[in-house]
């Protein structure tokens, strides 16, 4: 395991979602909740089956800067109640947008050994989020989940104005955090957002994968976050 330690490291940055707060989950139960509260009577797994893939593919457009906020709010949800058959008034899509966003941080739980791994981070590193997800979303989740204490700085794609990938939210979340690229590491979930987008400004990169996604690149990965001992 020696080896295999990352040199020279002092500040490590975590995504959120899918990495540390577990997004899937949460999402699932909010669903659940809202649907019953407004008295739509579907079958929320198959809802799911369908609007899991449509929210990733809203997110990559988002992410790219090819749609705003409100209209990844709707589109995902009207989209996948098209996918299911089932017709919902315009008024409604919007209604359960802002419910979902209320709701899902009632929700907070956490991949396995998340505190274990930062209360073990904490001793020797400055730890970090940076995040695509909205500001006032996330805060929540940080706090409501009990992990806010473990942040020195959380960088959001609001608060810059570009999202990962681009350069420009990593060297801000570096300028934030005090700290310089050869001395920290982003630890993430997503290979273009987290993993790319770290090492194209020369951050180290650890990608969690819980998926066992095949790509070519001979990067480091950890499938479950206590596996970061093996690199910190």
Do not use: C
Not at 41 to 54: A, E, G, M, R, T
Not at 104 to 114: A, D, G, I
Not at 184 to 192: A, F, I, K, P, T
């Amino acid at each position: 395991m020696k080896q295999m330690k990352i040199k020279g490291i002092t500040d490590v940055f975590f995504d959120l979602d899918h990495t540390l707060w577990d997004f899937d989950k949460n999402s699932a139960l909010t669903f659940d909740k809202i649907l019953k509260l407004n008295h739509i009577d579907i079958d929320v797994n198959d809802f799911l089956y369908h609007y899991k893939p449509i929210n990733l593919n809203y997110w990559k457009l988002y992410r790219e800067e090819k749609i705003g906020k409100m209209a990844l709010r709707f589109g995902r949800l009207n989209d996948a109640f098209s996918a299911i058959g089932y017709q919902v008034e315009e008024t409604m899509i919007y209604k359960l947008s802002d419910d979902y966003i209320t709701h899902l941080t009632r929700f907070n739980y956490l991949f396995e050994n998340t505190f274990e791994i930062l209360d073990y981070l904490n001793l020797n590193y400055n730890l970090h989020i940076i995040t695509n997800g909205f500001d006032e979303v996330q805060y929540k989740k940080l706090t409501q989940s009990n992990i806010n204490k473990y942040f020195k700085t959380v960088t959001n794609s609001e608060m810059v104005g570009v999202k990962k990938p681009n350069p420009k939210i990593f060297n801000f979340a570096l300028q934030a955090a005090n700290s310089v690229s050869n001395q920290s590491v982003m630890v993430g979930d997503s290979y273009e957002a987290d993993i790319l987008g770290a090492k194209s400004i020369g951050m180290e990169a650890v990608f969690f994968d819980i998926h066992n996604t095949v790509i070519d690149d001979d990067i480091k990965r950890i499938n479950n976050l206590i596996q970061l001992k093996k690199y910190l």
